[in-house]
């Protein structure tokens, strides 16, 4: 079996998921009724657009990155300070410690299908390289635009600790990652690391990297909170009342990492329109926030600078902070510009 798909679930994993109350004895469930409007007779027409009709999805030539600073990047700085990498890649410095989350920086966001889904910037895998020692990765679930085998090898060797949702220690383990550098966690579950409190905030959606594994492991997002600060990175997720309840525990927040792209009216429940992420960062009492989940991969059939297009519109007419770094800008929880760099790309 190809590297890429993960490991298998066994008998002792299942064991262990089922003390999850998320468990529902075959699979982990949403907290809403949660469905795709996909069937045997829409399926090859939706497959024809997603693999042969990509004008407009694509940017016209590869999307530039600003080059990596690794001496700015760690000098010691009180607020949050991130750089994002295209759809859901952020590497951030927080309390004097490199986090890295969801690192998908491989090539491909469908390793194992017939046709690639090539990324929007290249030679991606190469910024790991330049990357200081990663004190933590953080993984929100185990979709192959979040969780990538390439991009996993690369930084064995320089990571100390992973954070995991619930049931992807099983795919790090397969891949040579050490047991004892992996946490998982369950919705809700906390841990502390070093001076940031570490949260798993769950999301409305699901998970699986080939047949026989869907939601056979969580998805979820985090939350970031130190003394001065708190950090929320969405995760992937349709829009549910879950938001509110992330904000009336674990808010206000400072800062957030909205997801924003990659949606369709057949899967219109996992993934939020641009609309509702708006909606979703002021449910959750969010002061600043940005998109992500897109500028990485044409996984929709929107084109693909509609999500920012779109979130930038609701924002100001629902009068919400945000922000829109370049690819590979390094910027903090206060930065406000507001630069329209994907047009004309």
């Keep these: 079996m190809r590297k890429q798909f993960g490991a298998k679930v066994k008998k002792f994993d299942i064991e262990k998921y089922s003390k999850s109350k998320y468990w529902n004895g075959r699979i982990f469930e949403n907290l809403e009724v949660t469905k795709m409007n996909l069937n ?24 530039s990155i600003i080059p990596f600073n690794k001496e700015q990047f760690i000098e010691p700085h009180q607020s949050m300070r991130s750089i994002w990498y295209g759809h859901s890649a952020i590497l951030m410095r927080l309390d004097n410690k490199t986090i890295l989350i969801d690192p998908m920086l491989g090539s491909n966001a469908a390793p194992i299908a017939p046709f690639a889904v090539q990324r929007f910037s290249q030679n991606t895998l190469d910024l790991i390289d330049d990357f200081p020692e990663i004190d933590l990765v953080l993984i929100s679930h185990d979709h192959y635009d979040h969780l990538d085998y390439d991009s996993i090898q690369k930084l064995r060797n320089k990571t100390k600790q992973f954070y995991v949702a619930l049931g992807v220690k099983r ?18 579950d906390e841990n502390p690391f070093g001076g940031i409190q570490i949260t798993f905030t ?46 009336t525990r674990l808010g206000p927040f400072d800062f957030a990492f909205m997801e924003c792209g990659q949606y369709n009216e057949n899967w219109h429940q996992i993934h ?16 600043n926030m940005m998109p992500v989940h897109w500028a990485g991969f044409a996984l929709a059939q929107h084109t693909w600078t509609e999500p920012v297009e779109r979130f930038i519109q609701e924002a100001k007419s629902k ?27």
């Design 202 to 247: 769950p999301t409305r959606h699901f998970s699986g990297r080939g047949l026989t594994d869907r939601a056979k492991s969580l998805w979820g997002g985090w939350a970031l909170k130190t003394a001065n600060e708190n950090i929320w990175f969405s995760g992937d997720s349709g829009y549910g009342e879950h938001f509110k309840e992330i904000g």
């Design 171 to 188: 795919h790090l383990v397969s891949w040579g990652i050490p047991e004892n550098t992996i946490t998982e966690f369950d919705w809700w």
């Design 40 to 63: 045997l007779q829409t399926l090859p027409k939706l497959l024809y657009k997603q693999f042969c009709k990509k004008e407009a999805r694509e940017p016209q030539k590869p999307l």
């Design 272 to 287: 939020m329109y641009p609309e509702e992420s708006i909606q979703a960062s002021i449910d959750a009492n969010v002061k």
């Design 319 to 345: 009068n919400q902070n945000y922000c829109l770094p370049k690819i590979g800008e390094l910027f903090d929880s206060n930065y406000s510009v507001i630069d329209s760099w994907w047009v004309n790309k």
